[in-house]
């Protein structure tokens, strides 16, 4: 008896695009461990994606995929964020999974159309097409189906400094863009506040790009450093909260832990 299989991440997708639409935004950790437990039990704690990070983390490409299985296996949406500069990781993570692709450092409105491109299969973009990899179950879903249901892959720019900042109409004006992610901590290092992320010029800026971006039906993703700020970013209009990283949550629950055990305050 044939089976009907399905894309593996597709509908983690749809949970992830879901929670970005409602009022309780999506909230995920950064993952920079490359250890598939860690990625399997963040999906289980009922996050709503995890952010894989090989730009800062140490992962390789193979071990990517192991990561994204075990996002698969928890129900959680892998977002990927590749290599700066480097478009064939855009590719490469979408065949083997991705339900979105981050890029790193986008400047400009020409970046922005690149980095879409790379993300889509023709007439919207370059990506290049096989039916037979991770993504489309090794070519168990039907071609066309996969072609059409891949195109609904979401696309995260970042937007990290003050020239970001000043093409920001233009970047979000190109077709394709379903995240504006703006790094609070080089966005202050590009104002002179590095590391002052909480600074109300930080955050005047912040809910200016929300404002912009509302404006374009593009949705605004912002670091945060605790559950706290992330919360403020949520009432700010951020509907996509990248949350501290699995070593630092794991770090701090540790030291309450030891804390608590030792009846310290």
């Known amino acids: ?60 490409f193979e071990n990517l995929q192991n990561l994204i299985r075990a996002a698969n296996v928890s129900g959680v949406c892998p977002v990927v964020r590749v290599p700066r500069g480097t478009d064939i990781w855009i590719d490469q993570a979408l065949d083997v999974g991705a339900g979105a692709v981050m890029i790193p450092q986008i400047d400009s409105a020409d970046q922005a159309r690149t980095a879409v491109s790379a993300a889509k299969f023709s007439p919207r973009g370059t990506r290049g097409t096989c039916r037979f990899v991770r993504s489309a179950a090794y070519g168990a879903v039907p071609g066309a189906e996969y072609f059409t249901q ?93 949350y501290s990283c699995d070593t630092a949550i794991f770090m701090n629950m540790a030291k309450a832990d030891i804390a608590a055990f030792h009846g310290e305050k």
Do not use: W
């Open 1 to 60: 008896m044939e089976r009907n299989v399905t894309m593996p991440t597709m509908e983690s997708v749809k949970n992830f695009k879901a929670a970005m639409a409602s009022e309780q935004g999506a909230f995920g950790p950064f993952m920079i461990t490359s250890d598939p437990a860690f990625v399997e039990a963040a999906g289980y704690a009922g996050y709503d994606f995890v952010l894989l990070d090989m730009e800062h983390g140490p992962g390789t």
């Open 150 to 242: 891949a195109q609904d892959t979401v696309v995260i720019l970042q937007a990290e400094g003050q020239k970001a900042i000043d093409n920001l109409d233009e970047i979000l004006s190109v077709d394709g863009v379903d995240i504006v992610f703006v790094g609070p901590y080089d966005l202050s290092a590009s104002l002179g506040i590095i590391g002052q992320i909480t600074h109300p010029r930080v955050m005047e800026l912040i809910g200016e790009i929300c404002r912009k971006a509302a404006a374009k039906g593009v949705q605004v993703g912002c670091f945060a450093d605790s559950a706290e700020s992330g919360r403020r970013l949520l009432e700010m209009g951020v509907r996509f909260v990248g």
